[in-house]
């Protein structure tokens, strides 16, 4: 089968009564990056929590590689790394242990000598079994950012991937990023800060007819 990646079909949501999105249609295959935009309030997070399986509160389509993604909710987690817009982690717990922790829900153990070094590529050599809870806010954020590089995936779907992080981080992002897709990978995501990407990207803005 060809490598159709991932495709929204005329997907409808609403919230409080209120209409986020109707008849979004657009696609994100390998090697590409689909930004989301739009103001605050106009779905962004509702989309990507409908596109990372974790609410089923939309009507129409949502195929990865051609299969629903109802029908085949298990084998497309298994490619998927979903970062939300929180810290994403426990803040009782050490940078080490929270990623061991999220390792293994993968089904990945063992896997001690991946995560520091994702650690050390995120800027927390040294702070591996300290805390959380210690950490500032930049980063706690980049522990959860760390499972970019201990966890296997195809599709990155992040949710302002960039709050918390200095301007240098953002650039280490950026970088991250790039190098991900030019490898194959597939990036969605939203982001208020303006991307300077060595790549071409697509953006698809909630509120407006998309289809892309």
């Given at each position: 089968?060809?490598?159709t990646g ?9 919230r409080d ?9 657009f ?8 930004q ?9 997070t ?7 399986g974790l609410?089923?509160r939309?009507?129409?389509?949502v ?5 629903s993604?109802?029908?085949h909710?298990h084998?497309y987690?298994?490619?998927?790394l ?8 426990k ?11 999220s ?58 991937p ?5 301007q ?10 790039s ?9 969605l ?5 303006r ?12 509120g407006?007819v998309a289809n892309?």
């Amino acid at each position: 089968m060809a490598n159709t990646g991932l495709e929204v079909k005329q997907l409808y949501s609403d919230r409080d009564d209120r209409v986020l999105f109707a008849d979004l249609c657009f696609q994100l295959r390998a090697g590409e990056l689909v930004q989301i935009a739009g103001p605050n309030g106009s779905g962004k997070t509702s989309l990507l929590r409908i596109l990372a399986g974790l609410s089923s509160r939309y009507e129409g389509e949502v195929l990865w590689q051609g299969k629903s993604l109802l029908k085949h909710r298990h084998e497309y987690l298994q490619e998927l790394l979903y970062i939300g817009h929180g810290a994403g982690i426990k803040a009782v717990l050490s940078p080490l242990e929270n990623l061991r922790w999220s390792c293994a829900l993968r089904g990945l153990n063992n896997n001690d000598d991946k995560i520091l070094s994702a650690l050390a590529k995120v800027g927390l050599s040294g702070f591996e079994e300290q805390a959380c809870h210690s950490l500032s806010a930049g980063q706690q954020r980049r522990v959860n950012l760390a499972r970019l590089f201990c966890i296997p995936a195809s599709l990155w779907i992040l949710d302002e991937p960039f709050t918390a992080i200095d301007q240098r981080g953002v650039s280490e992002i950026e970088r991250w990023l790039s190098e991900f897709v030019s490898e194959g990978g597939a990036v969605l995501l939203t982001t208020h800060h303006r991307l300077s990407f060595a790549q071409d990207f697509k953006v698809v803005t909630l509120g407006e007819v998309a289809n892309v």
